[in-house]
């Protein structure tokens, strides 16, 4: 079975009892606000993305479990990128099919490759991988963790979100690049001047 099946059902009912709660909602919107302060999306872009995120993991759900455990979904200002491991190539197109079909989506990149499930062990390297990658960044003063997602798979690290400059960016993958067991680093990164991203945020208002 998918280790990630397996590590989100034994969280299911701790999550479910938080999350359905008055104090849930407003834990989970309140993150949504304080990490919109302090990275370079506005907190109605952190809002919206957060809201398509959520509309996309609930159609992969109601497509099957299967697809939902293995397609992680990352949205910045509209822009979707989708990780993971899954067994069929059908399913890499079902997965896109449904991002595209979500109100608000402006783009999407698959990068979800074809294979077996993640064994508990490789798994947990990724997870450390990206960890350490959370951890020095965040000790990099010349660095805003909160701009970027993180996500590894298979020791391919994949970085979205958006970078006050270049050199930022540069810096995240040069930390990521030195990181054992790191195979490839891709970047799907905007710096917040990149044309495609002013004219994006322009259309949309």
Not at 111 to 137: F, H, K, M, P, W
Not at 158 to 171: I, Y
Request: charged share 25%; proline share 2%; hydrophobic share 45%.
């Amino acid at each position: 079975m998918n280790i990630r099946i397996l590590l989100l059902a034994a969280c299911l009912p701790a999550l479910a009892a938080i999350a359905c709660t008055p104090v849930g909602v407003a834990i989970g919107g309140g993150a949504v606000v304080a990490r919109s302060v302090a990275e370079e999306r506005t907190t109605m872009a952190a809002l919206e993305d957060s809201e398509i995120e959520l509309s996309i993991s609930n159609a992969l759900l109601n497509h099957s479990y299967e697809l939902f455990s293995d397609v992680s979904v990352t949205v910045t200002e509209g822009r979707v990128l989708l990780t993971g491991s899954v067994p069929k190539r059908e399913h890499k197109v079902d997965a896109t099919r449904i991002a595209w079909e979500t109100e608000g989506v402006t783009s999407v990149e698959d990068e979800l490759t074809i294979g077996e499930d993640r064994s508990a062990g490789t798994y947990l390297r990724d997870v450390q991988i990206s960890n350490t990658l959370r951890i020095e960044l965040l000790a990099n003063v010349e660095v805003s963790l909160v701009n970027y997602n993180i996500e590894t798979i298979e020791g391919v690290v994949h970085l979205s979100g958006l970078a006050k400059s270049k050199e930022e960016l540069d810096r995240v993958i040069r930390h990521a690049q030195g990181i054992s067991g790191v195979k490839r680093v891709v970047s799907h990164v905007l710096t917040i001047d990149d044309p495609r991203r002013v004219t994006a945020v322009a259309n949309s208002g």
